[in-house]
């Protein structure tokens, strides 16, 4: 019940949702005008005398968190008439009513040396009640954004009833230096840009990395040798290999299956471009299709059973499905335009892509069949479409017009609302978002 309440003050919609006299209310946060829940979030209360500033600098992670998804507003604490300043003082939910909070998150953090431990509640400001059981985070002072990001993704879920995002990683092409002379190197970020670390130095040029379901391993494409040759890189260890170099042969646009056992890449041998599968245990390959066509940046769905990819040949560039051992392929984009990179979201209901048509390039989203085409963006250049670990926002590349330009990462809510910018330290490109980390 207190769930039903909270969801129906963050969503304004019609007709998107739908209140049975006795069940639960169910909102498909999927169309409409959203006005954000607003949140009081104090400093979590320090404990002991090593806890410092840590309350405050968690408090202001998590309420970037949850403000960041345009479904949360904060109240300033210049607002509040209550503080909190002990985890076991009873609320006084009437001033916090007042300022009209309808949802409070309270705290307390301790650290012992290189320890932090943090315990929080959320709470139903106009019922009066907790939502849900108090939790208790532990970690170390490096990883105290990891905390947080968990708290954010937990006072999320409880109030949306959706799997939070915010604890995951994404690793993208870091770019530096003019467009005519640009340099690209392999990096992974936590999903809000922070704690960017570099997995490659910028001697060659990398393209299209690609996370494994477990967020363990990447794959990306090098031009090392001076031809396009697919790696996977060990994210703990940074350890590569080569995983496919036929002779003669260009290899790109690597993906992996949801089992990490499999990997389906383009192949270019001769003037002909198929995409192949991979066994990467024992190294056996196996290809996919066998057209005059380009086809390339294949992309499986959750259950691994079918794979998307984009063809030319029908003419254009089209988006098609196939089964994943391969044979007979369907066409599923229709409208006006040409259509690439497509990516299968996690929830398996909808396909992203990438779409050039009328001198503009959009972010857009469909049905798995075609139907229900929806635009996201639309810019001088948009690409590279990635999804969040929930299928609930989509982050992409965006490049500036002009001799200049720089790509900058964005994301965008399925709906179409909320693009932000992504804090990155340089320019970057082709992002794929990581699973939650465990």
């Known amino acids: 019940m207190m769930v039903r309440m909270l969801c129906l003050m963050v969503l304004c919609l019609a007709p998107a949702w739908v209140a049975a006299q006795d069940g639960p209310l169910r909102i498909e946060i999927t169309e409409g005008v959203i006005e954000p829940l607003p949140v009081a979030i104090p400093d979590l209360v320090p404990e002991?005398?090593?806890?410092?500033?840590?309350?405050?600098?968690?408090?202001?992670?998590?309420?970037?968190?949850?403000?960041?998804?345009?479904?949360?507003?904060?109240?300033?604490?210049?607002?509040?008439?209550?503080?909190?300043?002990?985890?076991?003082?009873?609320?006084?939910?009437?001033?916090?009513?007042?300022?009209?909070?309808?949802?409070?998150?309270?705290?307390?953090?301790?650290?012992?040396?290189?320890?932090?431990?943090?315990?929080?509640?959320?709470?139903?400001?106009?019922?009066?009640?907790?939502?849900?059981?108090?939790?208790?985070?532990?970690?170390?002072?490096?990883?105290?954004?990891?905390?947080?990001?968990?708290?954010?993704?937990?006072?999320?879920?409880?109030?949306?009833?959706?799997?939070?995002?915010?604890?995951?990683?994404?690793?993208f092409v870091s770019e530096t230096g003019p467009k005519a002379e640009r340099r690209k190197r392999l990096a992974i970020m936590d999903y809000d840009g922070a704690n960017v670390q570099y997995l490659t130095g910028s001697e060659s040029i990398v393209l299209a990395?690609?996370?494994?379901?477990?967020?363990?391993?990447?794959?990306?494409?090098?031009?090392?040798?001076?031809?396009?040759?697919?790696?996977?890189?060990?994210?703990?260890?940074?350890?590569?290999?080569?995983?496919?170099?036929?002779?003669?042969?260009?290899?790109?646009?690597?993906?992996?299956?949801?089992?990490?056992?499999?990997?389906?890449?383009?192949?270019?041998q001769g003037a002909n471009t198929d995409i192949w599968s991979m066994n990467i245990g024992s190294g056996q390959s196996q290809r996919l299709t066998s057209t005059p066509a380009i086809e390339t940046a294949p992309s499986f769905n959750p259950d691994g059973t079918q794979i998307v990819f984009e063809s030319d040949r029908s003419g254009t560039q089209q988006l098609y499905v196939m089964p994943a051992g391969g044979g007979e392929a369907q066409r599923i984009s229709f409208g006006e335009g040409r259509y690439g990179t497509p990516v299968w979201s996690p929830r398996g209901d909808l396909i992203a892509f990438t779409k050039q048509s009328k001198g503009r390039f959009h972010i857009g989203v469909m049905r798995t069949d075609g139907s229900e085409e929806r635009l996201l963006t639309a810019s001088f250049l948009d690409e590279g479409p990635t999804w969040s670990p929930n299928g609930r926002v989509i982050m992409f590349a965006r490049e500036t017009q002009g001799a200049a330009g720089r790509s900058t990462l964005y994301s965008v809510d399925i709906t179409g609302r909320n693009l932000r910018p992504v804090r990155t330290p340089e320019g970057g490109s082709d992002p794929s978002w990581g699973p939650l980390q465990r």
């Open 48 to 171: 002991g005398a090593g806890a410092g500033d840590w309350g405050q600098r968690i408090a202001r992670v998590v309420a970037e968190d949850l403000t960041g998804t345009g479904l949360f507003r904060e109240i300033p604490s210049s607002a509040f008439i209550s503080q909190v300043s002990s985890f076991a003082a009873p609320v006084q939910y009437a001033d916090w009513k007042a300022i009209n909070a309808q949802a409070l998150v309270a705290g307390a953090v301790s650290v012992n040396g290189n320890q932090i431990n943090v315990k929080f509640r959320l709470y139903d400001v106009f019922s009066g009640a907790e939502l849900g059981d108090g939790l208790q985070l532990a970690g170390t002072t490096d990883g105290w954004r990891r905390i947080a990001h968990k708290m954010a993704d937990v006072v999320y879920s409880r109030i949306t009833g959706e799997t939070g995002y915010f604890d995951s990683r994404v690793v």
């Open 209 to 268: 990395p690609r996370f494994s379901t477990t967020g363990d391993r990447v794959l990306y494409t090098s031009y090392e040798t001076g031809f396009p040759r697919i790696y996977v890189l060990d994210v703990g260890s940074v350890q590569r290999r080569v995983l496919e170099s036929q002779q003669g042969t260009m290899s790109f646009a690597p993906r992996f299956a949801p089992d990490g056992q499999t990997v389906v890449y383009s192949l270019t």
